[in-house]
């Protein structure tokens, strides 16, 4: 693993990394949240795309999987036969090789996530540019057949309830599943999460990389041997297998979670590496064959 999982946002990349190359996204405000220093140790690209009032993400295709998420303004979301206006907090799914396009139809600037599955052989995200026409034929995306009578492609936050992470915190460590394999999505899961003050999530892993994006609030989520401080608009990357888990202080944390899916077999799991603590252990911990993690 590189030397550090943990990427403030002040150092989010302003040129230079594979999200500012996209042609769609030329004439936008976009960070890199998860810089190409990674390289190949990546299963993720993401990012952070701003946009103006009126602005529009032209029509175009992309080779991976994408998910946004709208921290901040209203879009309408195009994709071939249908639309949707969409606004914060909410996520929306755009399938690999399938047109779409964005516009910000408020009055203030609309600030949203962006996140690709690039767990398989290519890393390199690509997208080429379409003409408006490619969104004109297809079958409603708003439409829900008796056999995908739960799919969805964009969802408002609030309208999924909260379920807890770990059944004998209850609803004290709470995520929400916003997108998932469930749903018709099924090259990543995405969602929100929340972490009451003075909890500690269990240190666990699983086969899919995973990317935790504070929101709100500040806590220490730990990768691997090494503990990060993080606050407000900060990324820390999670490395397939790769021991993780959190300590919360005295404010709740709000965060953005995503899975991409497309590096596993789909049957994963969630494996717990330690005993489940209500609240943060004050020793290391001896569990089996990886010891000491600093919680």
């Known amino acids: 693993m590189p030397a550090s999982m943990h ?66 303004g209203t879009l309408r979301l195009w994709r071939p036969g249908g639309s949707v206006e969409l606004s914060a907090a909410g996520a929306a799914y755009f ?101 009451d003050p003075h909890l500690h999530y269990t240190i666990h892993r699983h086969a899919p990389a995973e990317i935790y994006h504070v929101l709100e609030g500040t806590a220490t989520i730990y990768v691997g041997d090494d503990g990060y401080e993080v606050a407000p608009g900060d990324t820390v990357y999670v490395p397939a297998w790769a021991p993780h888990g959190i300590d919360t202080g005295d404010s709740e944390l709000r965060m953005y979670w995503f899975y991409t899916l497309d590096a596993c077999d789909g049957a994963w799991a969630w494996e717990p590496l330690e005993p489940v603590y209500s609240t943060p252990p004050r020793r290391p911990l001896e569990t089996g064959p990886r010891r000491g993690f600093h919680v």
């Open 7 to 72: 990427f403030p946002r002040s150092v989010a990349s302003v040129s230079g990394d594979n999200l500012h190359q996209l042609p769609e996204f030329r004439d936008t405000r976009v960070l890199g949240l998860l810089p190409d220093t990674l390289g190949a140790d990546a299963d993720i690209t993401f990012g952070e795309v701003t946009i103006a009032p009126g602005q529009v993400v032209p029509t175009h295709s992309n080779g991976h999987a994408e998910a946004i998420f709208i921290v901040e």
């Open 95 to 195: 399938p690999p090789g399938e047109a779409h396009s964005i516009a910000n139809i408020g009055s203030e600037p609309a600030r949203f996530l962006v996140a690709y599955a690039t767990g398989g052989h290519d890393k390199t995200v690509t997208s080429r540019l379409l003409p408006d026409t490619a969104l004109e034929s297809g079958v409603n995306p708003n439409t829900a057949p008796s056999t995908g009578l739960f799919d969805r492609w964009a969802v408002a936050e609030d309208m999924v309830s909260w379920v807890p992470v770990e059944p004998s915190k209850g609803m004290r460590l709470r995520c929400r599943y916003l997108l998932e394999p469930a749903n018709g999505t099924k090259e990543f899961v995405i969602g929100t999460a929340g972490v």
